[in-house]
């Protein structure tokens, strides 16, 4: 079953001679419950594809649906209202907030649609990413693996249907760096989550269930 259909999609950039095809002509299909990774090089179009995925940038032809929920058309409150209910993002630079603890921060999505927590949930998050010692502590005190763990546990709170991470390894040294990955395989694997990874490091791409390869806007190969 697939929750993600991309169909004929375009983005552009500038006009005339200097214009760029972001994206240029996009089909993809995702299925449910797997890990797709999503490779090529820098200003292939892969970010701008899991930006219009996640509604967080409006094509200029074709169409996204994601559960079910078609974006086009949708205003700019009812895309806020998709990707707080429907998309977990992490991202490379983290993105926590500071002044939060990290209870707080996990739990700010939640809280930010005013809905209530699920405790239960919540806790088993915590401890699949051994972050139960951590709740007090703030984003500077945790290394750079702890806070993407952190932001990874934020990302699956609101049980979203699907997961998008932007080169969420790039910031962390080799070993934190697997170490993330590995939670986010795992995650993939206890919760029937859908994850897809933009990546340009082909051993991390090959620990996926399918490699979307990105060239000059268009998919050049699927494995």
Do not use: C
């Not at 952190?150 to 932007?166: C, E, H, T």
Request: overall charge neutral; hydrophobic content about 40%.
């Amino acid at each position: 079953m697939d929750i993600v259909t991309v169909s004929h999609l375009k983005k552009y950039f500038g006009k005339g001679e200097k214009q760029v095809r972001a994206l240029d002509g996009i089909d993809l299909a995702i299925e449910k419950g797997k890990f797709t990774a999503v490779i090529g090089a820098s200003g292939s179009g892969k970010t701008t594809l899991l930006n219009m995925i996640g509604g967080m940038d409006i094509p200029d032809e074709g169409e996204v649906i994601v559960d079910g929920v078609k974006l086009a058309g949708l205003k700019e409150k009812q895309l806020a209202v998709f990707r707080r209910r429907k998309v977990g993002v992490i991202y490379q630079q983290f993105n926590l907030i500071p002044i939060l603890t990290v209870r707080e921060n996990i739990l700010f999505p939640v809280h930010l649609s005013g809905e209530t927590e699920d405790s239960a949930f919540f806790q088993e998050i915590v401890r699949l990413l051994s972050l139960t010692d951590r709740l007090g502590a703030y984003p500077h005190e945790l290394s750079g693996g702890g806070q993407q763990r952190v932001a990874i546990a934020r990302a699956l709170v609101a049980k979203p249907a699907i997961l998008l991470a932007d080169e969420p390894t790039g910031n962390l040294d080799s070993r934190s760096g697997w170490d993330v990955l590995g939670l986010l395989k795992l995650s993939v694997e206890t919760y029937h989550q859908t994850l897809i990874m933009i990546t340009h490091n082909l051993e991390i791409a090959q620990m996926a269930d399918r490699v979307v390869r990105i060239e000059d806007g268009r998919i050049r190969n699927q494995e």
